[in-house]
Each structure stands twice: as C-alpha cells, then as structure tokens.
C-alpha cells in the first residue's frame, strides 16, 4: 500500500512537472507556435453542366522573415457530364522573399487521381499517382499573396490542370 501511494505521488509530482514547463513554453512570447501559419485555398466553380470544387488546408512555419516552409493537403472533386475526377494528396512549399512585397515559392504536390470518362462505347475509368513541381512568383501584401505558377514536370495527359501555369492567391494568417 505504502509503495502504490509513493509510486502516484511521483506520478503527480511528474504531471505538474510537465504542465508548468508547457505553461512556461507557451506563455513566452517567441515559441514554435507563434511562428505557424495556417491558411490554404478554398474554392468552388459552377457552369452549366459542370461542378468543381476544391479544399486544400495548409500549414507553414517562418523561419525568419523571408524565408517559410510548410505542408499542405488537397482534395478536389470535378462533376461533368460525361467526366467525373477525385484528387487527394500532400504537398510541400516553401517560400522565400526577397523583398517585402516579393514571394518566390516553390512547391512539390504529389496527387492520386482517379477519372471517369463515360463514352459511347463504355466507361473509361483511370487511377494513377502525379506529382507536380511549382515554381512560382507573387506580390504580397500582409498575408495575401497574387502571383502566377509554372509546373515544371507538367504532363498534359495526366494532370489534373488545364495548363502548366496557373495563378494563385495564397492566404496565410
């Protein structure tokens, strides 16, 4: 009995520990976490016949004032008449400002995708692994970013995009 109540109050004693050196961590000023961002990219389109729409959460840790890092994850779903499309994957970024107004970006997306096409003859149905490498460039004011992106391993038959560039607005908070 006497060992059980030596063993929980070295327990306790060792929870307190910990919790006051978090409490500590945290209440500084300059921790891990008041360096992360967190934003990402939001969006939804409509046409007469066709539905897209996309969620991609992302996160970034600033290393000093020009230079960040982070990952991201996706998902888009593409409804059409005779075309159907679900994307998921991850992607790594980094950016880098040379100038306040001024971001570089770099960014590798690997995606699984998986198409339907509905033809007279059949249904085609295509499942495969793209990877992507942006390189890109912004004007950035606060924690809004406009630029344009180039994809540099850009396969017009497998990727999810229409072109090898694309633009981007990049929100960070």
Not at 81 to 100: D, Q
Not at 132 to 153: H, K, N, P, Q, W
Request: proline share 3%.
């Amino acid at each position: 009995m006497k060992v059980f109540l030596i063993h929980k109050i070295k327990i306790i004693t060792l929870v307190s520990l910990i919790l006051f050196s978090l409490q500590q961590c945290y209440s500084q000023e300059d921790n891990f976490w008041s360096r992360v961002r967190i934003g990402g990219n939001i969006g939804i389109g409509f046409t007469d016949d066709t539905f897209n729409g996309i969620l991609a959460p992302s996160a970034i840790y600033d290393f000093n004032n020009h230079f960040s890092m982070g990952f991201g994850l996706n998902f888009g779903y593409t409804d059409s008449r005779n075309f159907t499309a679900t994307n998921y994957g991850a992607s790594l970024i980094t950016l880098y400002n040379p100038l306040p107004a001024l971001q570089l970006s770099a960014e590798f997306e690997q995606m699984g995708v998986s198409r339907n096409f509905e033809i007279e003859g059949g249904d085609i149905s295509d499942n495969y692994w793209y990877p992507a490498l942006f390189i890109g460039a912004g004007y950035r004011i606060g924690f809004v970013s406009v630029g344009l992106r180039y994809d540099v391993l850009y396969d017009d038959n497998k990727s999810i995009y229409a072109s090898a560039y694309a633009p981007f607005v990049r929100v960070f908070f």
